[in-house]
């Protein structure tokens, strides 16, 4: 069953910790992409990779970091620096082609401070 | 910089109804444009995608129209179920490799 799979579903944070969130997926995309969603914004891009290895930052990079070391998985850490964390965060993939092709999500993880 | 927005921002209708959503774009130089569909605490589903030189694209019960020089976009959704009932996003794709522009959504709830 292709798709991409977000780990955990709900995740809690306390004050000044550091939490890493999964993103798999088995559709051989080249692109992959976190967005964060807040109630009443649009999605907004926080940082996104089109190659292993390689990644930029998006428009809401700070507090953030990733890595991409594998094709398949490009987790998001969510650092002590991002001073209001608490949202639902949803990864996508593509395969590339910049803007040519359809971008696939997953079920997203929602993310609350404690 | 590219804004995209929804109009209405929430409707509500009885079932059986056709109804149509909006989406209008700042910038006409788009690559494509992609409705998707949020279920409350869900993802994202993609229902349409709309290459820059096609102007429309059919899913079932769904159509999706493109007009770049207006800058708009329409989803058509014929004989309403209540199982429609979910946000409805759009996001345009600029051709760079820095992923979608989306839209606020519109919430569509369908009465039975």
């Known amino acids: 069953d292709g798709g991409i799979t977000q780990s955990p579903k709900y995740l809690f944070r306390k004050e000044g910790q550091n939490v890493t969130l999964s993103c798999e997926q088995n559709l051989n995309h080249d692109a992959m992409y976190w967005y964060r969603q807040d109630p009443g914004q649009g999605l907004r891009l926080i940082y996104y990779?089109?190659?292993?290895?390689?990644?930029q930052k998006g428009d809401i990079a700070e507090g953030y970091s990733v890595s991409r070391e594998k094709k398949e998985s490009f987790p998001l850490t969510v650092t002590s620096a991002q001073k209001n964390p608490t949202a639902f965060y949803l990864c996508?993939?593509?395969?590339?082609?910049?803007?040519?092709?359809?971008?696939?999500f997953g079920q997203g993880t929602r993310l609350t401070v404690v | 910089k590219q804004e995209v927005t929804q109009i209405p921002a929430a409707l509500s209708v009885p079932e059986g109804e056709n109804l149509v959503l909006n989406c209008s774009f700042t910038d006409s130089a788009i690559y494509n444009l992609q409705w998707f569909r949020q279920d409350p605490g869900k993802g994202l589903t993609s229902l349409l995608l709309?290459?820059?030189?096609?102007r429309e694209q059919t899913s079932g019960r769904l159509n999706a129209s493109l007009d770049k020089s207006s800058g708009r976009s329409t989803l058509y959704i014929a004989a309403s179920q209540p199982g429609d009932s979910a946000t409805y996003l759009c996001a345009i794709s600029g051709g760079g490799a820095d992923g979608l522009t989306f839209g606020k959504g519109t919430h569509l709830i369908i009465q039975p």
């Open positions: 709309i290459q820059s030189s096609q």
């Open positions: 996508a993939s593509s395969i590339g082609n910049r803007g040519l092709s359809e971008a696939f």
């Open positions: 990779s089109q190659i292993v290895n390689d990644f």
